[in-house]
């Protein structure tokens, strides 16, 4: 078989892996948007977080939620702490102690300013497994986007205070954009010196503040130039990746990652927001289609068996061009963050760039 056919072949399997899942959701992850504060102010948050932004659930709504997910689905469940800043939420070290203490595995996504030596060793002491840690660009540029002086030199220390610890996954993430992709380069000397685990890229998606950034929007070349400098970096050897969003043509899956396109929203992962609302991936835009019930008025568990019908159907079922489209059973309409919910239609498809 030619490496089309092999690549074609398993994604026909995880095609009718995904249709068995739909009927048969496993949770596998799930998020706490702990808080909307953050101490950075990010041109293009998804959440559109805020210094003055309001915390989430109290700490003992927490346990009794992980309380009832451990008693209903196991203890093996991810639990990913996110905001805002997760940092930021007042009884943070209380509730990862909790977690540790009933089993789960858990990991935060940050910005790193705040993880000093002491707060490194408390995540060691509460048993945190891996972080996602966000540089978009040298200093200068990283310092300018997130709206913070010196925010680049405080990321860095906090990746190096956890190196320090010599014990996480650490993941440094970075939201490629029309103007930093010239910086990839430099970026990648960097962190080629660092001991990280994973250096993962992702497009600027439309979504959050970013939506009326469209100058900062990558083109169609932008994209065609990342994917193939995460392709050749993989091919040397490098852990260079590109996130989960998105089918990206038979040039690329399994090139640019290490498998094939699949969005988890749903069928593996749910979230929690900082009311209570529930849905699936925290990038998800909120409104009455994407949340499935609040946790102050059914419980986790009946939510997560009784709704997410949006997220058990393929997205391209609600459009007739993705329904037509050759791809469809392979990319069943993209990833449910970037969907236009009020025109049921993809924000982001790379039909006609990249394939």
């Given at each position: 078989m030619t490496r089309e056919q092999i690549k074609r072949?398993?994604?026909?399997?995880?095609?009718?892996?995904?249709?068995?899942?739909?009927?048969?959701?496993?949770?596998?992850?799930?998020?706490?948007e702990l808080t909307l504060k953050c101490n950075e102010h990010c041109f293009h948050c998804g959440s559109s977080c805020a210094d003055n932004m309001p915390d989430g659930l109290e700490l003992s709504k927490y346990k009794e939620i992980l309380d009832e997910v451990k008693?209903?689905?196991?203890?093996?469940?991810?639990?990913?702490?996110?905001?805002?800043?997760?940092?930021?939420?007042?009884?943070?070290?209380?509730?990862?102690?909790?977690?540790?203490e009933q089993g789960f595995p858990w990991g935060i996504t940050s910005n790193g300013t705040l993880i000093t030596k002491e707060a490194a060793e408390k995540m060691k002491e509460t048993g945190m497994k891996s972080i996602s840690l966000s540089i978009d660009g040298v200093k200068e540029t990283h310092d300018r986007y997130r709206g913070m002086k010196d925010a680049y030199e405080l990321g860095m220390r906090g990746i190096q205070n956890l190196i320090d610890m010599d014990c996480f996954n650490i993941m440094v993430t970075t939201v490629v954009n029309h103007e930093n992709i010239?910086?990839?380069?430099?970026?990648?000397?960097?962190?080629?010196k660092m001991d990280i685990n994973?250096?993962?890229?992702?497009?600027?998606?439309?979504?959050?503040?970013?939506?009326?950034?469209?100058?900062?929007?990558?083109?169609?070349?932008?994209?065609?130039?990342?994917?193939?400098?995460?392709?050749?970096?993989?091919?040397?050897?490098?852990?260079?990746?590109?996130?989960?969003?998105?089918?990206?043509?038979?040039?690329?899956?399994?090139?640019?990652?290490?498998?094939?396109?699949?969005?988890?929203a749903g069928v593996y992962v749910a979230g929690i927001l900082e009311n209570g609302d529930v849905t699936a991936c925290l990038d998800i835009p909120r409104n009455a289609k994407t949340i499935q019930g609040n946790i102050f008025e059914k419980s986790f568990t009946s939510i997560w068996k009784d709704r997410f019908e949006i997220y058990r159907t393929p997205l391209s079922a609600r459009n007739e061009k993705c329904k037509s489209c050759p791809e469809?059973?392979?990319?069943?309409?993209?990833?449910?963050?970037?969907?236009?919910?009020?025109?049921?239609?993809?924000?982001?498809?790379?039909?006609?760039?990249?394939?």
């Open positions: 072949s398993n994604l026909d399997i995880l095609a009718d892996y995904h249709k068995g899942l739909r009927k048969d959701p496993r949770l596998r992850q799930l998020f706490f008693e209903n689905f196991g203890n093996k469940v991810f639990i990913a702490l996110t905001g805002g800043e997760p940092l930021l939420y007042k009884d943070f070290f209380e509730l990862t102690a909790y977690i540790h010239k910086e990839l380069d430099a970026l990648f000397e960097i962190f080629d994973e250096w993962r890229l992702t497009g600027l998606e439309p979504i959050g503040r970013a939506e009326k950034a469209v100058n900062m929007h990558l083109t169609a070349d932008d994209n065609r130039y990342m994917m193939e400098f995460i392709k050749e970096k993989r091919k040397a050897g490098y852990p260079v990746t590109y996130s989960c969003t998105h089918f990206v043509g038979l040039d690329y899956e399994a090139e640019v990652r290490d498998w094939y396109f699949l969005c988890n469809e059973k392979w990319c069943r309409g993209g990833a449910y963050h970037s969907w236009d919910y009020e025109n049921e239609k993809p924000k982001v498809c790379f039909k006609g760039i990249l394939f």
